[in-house]
Structure formats: structure tokens, C-alpha cells
């Protein structure tokens, strides 16, 4: 038997791997479980999984009901950041790590517990972010990852619970790992370890067969007000509402999909397939607001800021001065990041096709090419003069520089005598 414990809570979600962690963590710790599910938006029905905890062995079941934090607190910040991992990624996934490790901790110091546990491999991320999050808010807790211990495989698991008279439900055998909520919804394993095969249509639900998708293109309406999305087509929705929403009209049109070679935290190269509609429809709105009403110079910046901020979430350094940081700065750009923007679906792309604001940087009156163009044309000579005269003298200094350079290897050495020339 391992080191002894008092109370462990578990993160839970019902399924197999952390159903087995139940008994496993009494017999290998000898400590008392309480399990917790959170609930960021993933379907299905969570309280089936809740009443077979304590049925397998747990001292008590928590559920929290944390979706409109999830979409409040994590996600729609992670919108104004336009956050993608690498550029493709919306962190669906990682997002909602350090909002059920925040949950977890809670629940074990309201409780007086003295580990926390969770059903992570040693090959993901998940395992960085559940540790790194709870050993930042929470140091003096231990931390039991029993998939990561025990290495037993599911066959192992169904047999040991047999074997303890588990309630489980045993769906039957797919060789895909899944994960959801509300931001979206990640595949890995089987097939899909094969970079050079396409996925399987099998692995998809949100976004259906593309011969399920309708045949015409549908446009639709997204109003934001300082960078978070508050109606679709003219209508006010709250966020959890206004997300879930359109994760069924975009995934309808196949928008969403990702297949993606994904460099995970602990060094591995792996192949993800995401559905993410909502996601991949509101970050492309967003940005073409963005684009409206933010000066060339900030949006270079913040560009270079997303990148730094999605890497850091990825990385599960959401509970870190650095991330704090950077959602400051975001945050302090997006008083202007609001109005309208018309985006066009058809058979998985999602384009945007119109966008106004009442802080528009986009003048008519400058840029038209028509009558009543307050644009100083012959202003521009000059300008145009003073903006290349740093290159232009760069260029001279380098070119005379090799014509003397040139001249001195023509020229006979000094005090040396040039050879006769030969008959």
C-alpha cells in the first residue's frame, strides 16, 4: 500500500478510468474518496455518473455547476485574445483544465481533504495543468494520478471492476479518447494516430456528414460590445445560450473541424482532430472586427501578445503572473471592439462578409476613389520621400562601399612589381 491519506477528492466524470479510481485509491491509500464533476457544458447526462459514485465506494458526490463561469471567465477572454495553439487550435480542452482544478481545490479545502486526485495519462497535457494548477493554488495538497500509476489497460479495468461489483457503464469499445464542453469538442487515438490517413467520418458528431450539410449557404449575425459577443441575428442571448447556439448553426454547415499535428507540453507530436463551430465562427468575427477598429500598429502588437497568451494556456500557466499579464493587456484593447459583423456558411467554411462599428478606423471620405475624397494626394510624394530615405541611404552606403572595394582589388600591391607579361 502507498502512503497513507485521510480524504481524497477526485475529479470525476463517470466514465471508466476515474470509476476504477474510486476503489483503487481506497485500497492503494487507504484514504476516503469524494468525487467532483464539473460541468463546463459537455452533453450528456451528468447526474447518472454522480449517483454511481457513491454506489462504487465514494464517501459523497459533488456536482458544480460551472458553465457560465467557464464561458464568462475563460472562454470569452480567450475570444478577445483570439486565441488559437499554434494558429489552429481553439483550447477548447485547455481552457476548461484550470476552471475544474480551481473547483477541485475549493472542494478539498472546504472538506479538510489532504490530496486532491484526477484521470490523466503520463503522456498528455492534461496531467501539466491539473498539477502545475493545483501545486500553484493549493502546495501543501497531494496529488494521486491513478491511470498514471496503476498502467492498466481497459480490459485490466473492466475485469478489476468486476471483480469489486462496480455500477459501470460500459459503452462499447472505441479506441477514440473524447473530450467536450461548451468551447468544443477534441478526438485522438485510433485511426487518427495516422497523420497521412483522412479521420474517419465515425469520430464526428457536432458537424455531421458532409452530405448532411445543407445545400445553401445561410449568413448569420454576430454584435459584439468591447469584444464579447452579446446577440446573434438581432437577438440578445447570454453566453452559455449564445455559444451553444451556434455551435449547432455553424456545425450544421461542417464549420469547426480541425485535424491538426499538435506539439504537446511534454514534448510529443500528436495528431488532434477538434469540432469546434461556435469557436472557429465567433475568433474569425471577432478578428475582422479587430481589424475595423484597431489601429495597424496595436494589431501588430497583440498579435505577437495572442500568440504568448494561447501558448501559456496550453501550457496550464492559466494561475501565472505572466498570463495575468497578458489578459490586462488584452482586455485594456478592446473598448472599441464593438458593432456587427455578417458571416456566410457553406459546406465547412464560415466567411466573413461584412462588418461596421461606430469606432471604425475605416474612412470613406479618406479612402474612396470617388468625388469628395478628402485624401491630400500630393501630400503623399512627400511622404513618400521621408518614409524610404533610411533604405535609400542604407543602399548608397552599400554600394559605394563595394565600388571601393572593387577599385582596391584592381589596383597593383604596394611596393610590389607586376610580373612581364609573357611573349
Known sequence: MAGKLKHVVLAYSGGLDTSVAIPWIKEHYGAEV?????????????????????????????LVDAKETFAEEFVFPALQANCLYQGVYPLSTALARPLIVRELVSAALRLGADAVAHGCTGKGNDQVRFDVGVQTLAP?????????????NRTDEI????????????????????????????????????????????????????ESWPRSAEEITVTFSRGLPTHLNGRPLEPVELVRELNGVAGAHGI????????????????????????????????????????????????????????????????????????AFVASTQETVTGEVQLRLFQGSCRVIGRRSPYSLLSRELATYDRGSTFRQEAAEGFIHLFGLANRLAYARRRDALSHDAERETEPAAGKVSPPTPP
Not at 35 to 42: A, E
Not at 186 to 202: H, T, V
Not at 268 to 297: F, G, N
Open 159 to 210: 475485469a478489476y471492476a468486476k471483480a469489486h461489483g462496480l455500477r459501470i457503464h460500459v459503452k462499447p469499445e472505441s479506441p477514440y479518447s473524447v473530450d467536450e464542453n461548451l468551447w468544443g469538442r477534441s478526438i485522438e487515438g485510433g485511426k487518427l494516430e495516422d497523420p497521412g490517413s483522412a479521420p474517419p467520418e465515425e469520430v464526428f458528431q457536432w458537424t455531421g456528414h458532409p
Open 34 to 62: 469524494t468525487t467532483l464533476t464539473v460541468d463546463v457544458g459537455q452533453e450528456g447526462e451528468l447526474s447518472d455518473a454522480v449517483e454511481r459514485a457513491p454506489v462504487n465506494g465514494a464517501r459523497g458526490a459533488l
Open 256 to 327: 469547426g473541424r480541425i485535424d491538426h499535428v499538435e506539439d504537446r507540453v511534454v514534448g510529443i507530436k500528436s495528431r488532434e482532430t477538434y469540432e469546434c463551430p461556435a469557436a472557429i465562427t465567433l475568433v474569425q468575427a471577432h478578428q475582422a472586427l479587430e481589424s475595423l477598429v484597431l489601429p495597424r500598429d496595436l494589431l501588430n502588437f497583440k498579435s505577437s501578445v495572442e500568440r504568448r497568451f494561447s501558448d501559456t494556456v496550453y501550457e496550464g500557466l492559466w494561475y501565472s503572473p505572466l498570463r495575468e499579464a497578458l489578459s
Open 140 to 152: 501543501h495538497l497531494s496529488i494521486i494520478a491513478p491511470v498514471r500509476e496503476w498502467n492498466m
